[in-house]
């Protein structure tokens, strides 16, 4: 494997460990309290779906379907999601609640000014735009894989 591929996946993951960590140590926000990481996400995914199974959320987060179940009791329960049901008894869909909604884009607004700060201070506009067409470039083939 080339050496930079390498170095390019070691980057990519201890950003998303330590940049998680980061940011969960730095946000002083209440919802940063009342959600945890896993939730977060498991929000964002079902917001990017728009209806998803919790079969597909555990493939999404790469889980055994008991955490993925426990995590939407939780999600439930604070009326985030809710289940809706399909002309297929045996199916049950899950999506973002109003209140679900409103809690993401208060979470995506802290996270978001989070960033703008800790690149403003230390990202050139350049390196910003190369970032970002590097990421655009990479979804793209991520979802011609069928990802």
């Known amino acids: 494997m080339d050496k930079r591929i390498q170095e390019a996946v070691d980057l990519f993951q201890d950003v998303m460990i330590y940049g998680t960590e980061r940011v969960i140590k730095s946000v002083d926000h209440p919802l940063w309290k009342e959600y ?46 809710q289940i809706v049901e399909t002309t297929d008894r045996r199916e049950k869909l899950l999506e973002l609640t109003d209140k679900g909604q409103t809690v993401l884009a208060e979470l995506d607004k802290v ?15 350049e390196e910003i735009e190369q970032f970002l067409a590097i990421f655009r470039k990479l979804k793209t083939i991520i979802k011609m894989d069928g990802v």
Do not use: G
């Open 111 to 125: 996270l978001t000014d989070y960033l703008e700060k800790l690149m403003s201070e230390n990202i050139a506009d």
């Open 36 to 81: 945890s990481p896993e939730q977060i996400q498991l929000l964002k995914l079902i917001s990017k779906e728009k209806r998803v199974t919790s079969a597909r959320l555990a493939v999404m987060q790469a889980v055994h379907k008991s955490a993925i179940s426990s995590r939407i009791k939780k999600l439930l329960q604070k009326e985030v999601i």
